[in-house]
């Protein structure tokens, strides 16, 4: 009998370093050739910069080529022709699906994929989902709503894919997803983290159902927010669901570009045989390539036809590891995954704000529930930050004492004063994708 293979493609992910730069400038002449010749827009963004394909010569010269953003993509779609203007390197007829983004930063973009796209998808997540551990003895469970946005149907086909059971729970309510994930003993489910704790909520107080004794899921996959890179929220849903929690990052623009394996070396793999990621100092704009600096990632996507990522300014801040991982793949790591937004960190009373750093905190103190909100807003000149919590009904005798460490640790880890309130427990919003917890009434006010 064979020995079960240790990757999803043995080849691509154990190439060396230099071998995979090869193969990245290849294909990264390959789509901007296509989309010079194919997209009117791209064609036009490089025209004006003086630049054509033949142009790249070395991996180095990638850096020159001009970069693309959200706006610009929001921009190109208030324009002929309708509905993703003149961005498409594909003619319109090819275009098989259609996604937009979730609009959280602004107008959503509209997001064409052809079928040759889509499998790329898939294989993508094959990546994914085999590096954590899924095989085809998997029953998953996809609690998440089908519909316009990306979320996990990638997901959804990769696991068919790698021959795993796939149980769709589209449009059953919580309870009914919790419900049919213990009568079918699934293995493993992908949601995000705010729903992964949500759900295990909901199955301890309205179905008396202990997720981590009385279900059978093994392992979780997240995606959509960063929590479960931070060590203690993934802590708190592994302790919820007596199972392993994996992080992975996409967009809806780019793909599902990066993945934490099996072995957890404290940080995420970046799929380098699908994009090319390069990390962008913030204020030389620089491209830095020595490990623990941190950068706004630049990222292309490097085999997806229909609309091409090429270059895309995503505003995530990253960092490489200076470490290697020990599973064997040679694909470099991102430590700590995506460690803040380049629009998100912000400066309250003077200070830099990442509003991440506020999430270590609150999902370290035990006593607290899973819920929180934070706004800054202005009294006079001065900003005020407050944060509303829950303590859990059986700890509100220790309250004093929970507030006066919750304090401690927020100074300590954002160098900031807040104003907290108490919620009663249950009472702040619940999320069933991605969660609305930072507020900053500021902007608005100009
Ligand atoms: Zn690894």
């Known amino acids: 009998m064979l020995s079960e293979q240790a990757y999803w493609n043995p080849i691509t992910e154990t190439l060396p370093q230099e071998k995979l730069q090869t193969l990245q400038l290849k294909k990264f002449k390959r789509i901007v050739v296509l989309a010079y010749e194919h997209s009117p827009f791209y064609n036009r963004l490089y025209k004006e910069a003086g630049f054509e394909p033949g142009d790249i010569k070395t991996y180095e010269d990638v850096r020159k080529i001009p970069k693309i953003e959200k706006g610009m993509m929001r921009e190109v779609q208030q324009h002929e022709p309708f509905p993703y203007g003149d961005m498409l390197a594909v003619p ?54 089908y519909n316009i946005f990306v979320a996990f149907w990638a997901g959804h086909y990769a696991a068919e894919k790698l021959g795993a059971e796939v149980v769709p729970g589209g449009v059953l309510d919580t309870q009914a997803r919790i419900l049919k994930m213990q009568e079918l003993k699934c293995t ?82 970046v799929n380098e045989a699908f994009f090319l990621v390069e990390i962008e100092d913030v204020e030389t704009g620089e491209i830095i390539t020595e490990p623990g600096k941190n950068g706004k990632m630049v990222i292309t996507a490097l085999d997806r036809h229909a609309k091409p ?70 009294k006079g000149d001065i900003d005020d930050i407050f944060l509303k919590i829950e303590i859990r009904p059986e700890r509100e005798k220790e309250k004093e004492n929970i ?13 900031l004063g807040y104003r907290i309130e108490v919620h009663p427990w249950g009472s702040l919003p619940r999320y069933e994708v991605k969660a609305k917890r930072f507020k900053d009434l500021r902007e608005k006010k100009g």
């Open 309 to 378: 990522c090429i270059r895309f300014d995503s505003k995530d801040v990253i960092r490489w590891a200076d470490y290697q991982c020990s599973c064997g793949r040679t694909f470099r790591i991102i430590d700590g995954g995506i460690v803040g937004r380049a629009d998100d960190i912000t400066k309250v009373k003077g200070v830099l704000l990442a509003p991440t750093a506020i999430e270590e905190v609150v999902r370290s103190i035990p006593e607290l529930g899973d819920e929180y909100e934070v706004i800054v807003s202005k």
């Open 403 to 415: 507030l006066s460490r919750l304090k401690d640790q927020l100074r300590l880890k954002t160098n």
């Open 92 to 145: 319109l007829e090819q275009v098989t699906v259609f996604r937009q983004t979730s609009g959280t930063t602004g107008t959503p973009v509209y997001q064409a994929d052809t079928w040759q796209d889509w499998d790329w998808w898939a294989e993508c997540w094959c990546y994914i989902l085999y590096s954590q551990g899924y095989r085809d003895t998997d029953r998953v469970f996809l609690p998440f709503g």
């Open 188 to 269: 493993s489910f992908l949601a995000t983290p705010t729903y992964v704790l949500g759900m295990a909520d909901t199955a301890r107080n309205r179905l008396g159902i202990d997720p981590a004794k009385d279900l059978t899921i093994n392992r979780i996959t997240c995606a959509g927010e960063p929590g479960a890179s931070i060590p203690t929220t993934k802590k708190r849903m592994e302790e919820a669901w007596g199972a392993k929690v994996y992080d992975h990052i996409g967009a809806t623009e780019i793909g599902a570009w990066s993945y934490e394996c099996t072995e957890q070396p404290g940080g995420l793999h």
